[in-house]
Nanobody
């Protein structure tokens, strides 16, 4: 059974940083692409970042490129999203998701989400 649990959300001032972590149970983690998504109030869920199963390839939404960094530790079954220079428009519930073997495969397991609030 696959379970994803996010942590690390909170409130931060504009320009600040936060690190989100996602702990994944299940033996398929190390062969799966992983992604982060977010959903702001009144908006649809959107893609934030993704990383290939080996960690060698990453993808970012244009709005976060250069500010956010996704990484993974296959020995610890965790994926991390380092968020720097946060903006009020980054406020959202952030979700971790497990994909398939390829970065283009659909995501089939999701975490419960963690709230990130950027406000002065």
């Amino acid at each position: 059974q696959v379970r994803l649990v996010e942590s690390g959300g909170g409130a931060v001032q504009p320009g600040g940083s936060l690190t989100l972590s996602c702990a994944v149970s299940g033996r398929t983690f190390r062969w799966s692409a992983m992604g982060w998504f977010r959903q702001a109030p009144g908006k649809e869920r959107e893609f934030v970042a993704a990383i290939s199963w080996g960690g060698g390839s990453t993808r970012y939404a244009g709005s976060v490129k250069g500010r956010f960094t996704i990484s993974r530790d296959n020995a610890k079954n965790t994926v991390t999203l380092q968020m720097n220079r946060l903006k009020p428009e980054d406020t959202a519930v952030y979700y971790c998701a497990k994909g398939g073997n390829s970065l283009t495969d659909p995501y089939d397991y999701w975490g419960q989400g963690t709230q990130v609030t950027v406000s002065s």
